[in-house]
């Protein structure tokens, strides 16, 4: 799997995923459609097949909807069968 990368706007965050399993989501997330907006992640997750990950989220602002994205994506990596070393950097 390539690198997956989208840019920060004013609503959402940036987000990078690299090849050596970490996920990096920084900046504020409060979308006009949070559904549109975490699909591409979601996506991304399920194709995941890595055995070490590690997320990093730096949010200076998350509203609810945001919230539970995070929640649910949190959710599927730790529902991953593939993935056995999680490590979740809260900033």
Known sequence: MNTFEI??????????????GKLIIKGRSFPENVDEFYKAIFDLLE???TRVM???????????ASSKKILYL???LDKNPHITDLTIIWR
């Not at 840019?7 to 050596?20: L, Q, R």
């Not at 590690?54 to 609810?64: A, K, P």
């Open 7 to 20: 840019e920060a706007t004013n609503s959402t965050p940036s987000v990078v995923y690299n090849n050596e």
């Open 47 to 49: 194709e995941i097949n």
């Open 54 to 64: 590690t997320v990093d989220i730096d949010l200076e602002y998350i509203n609810s």
């Open 74 to 76: 949190l959710k599927m």
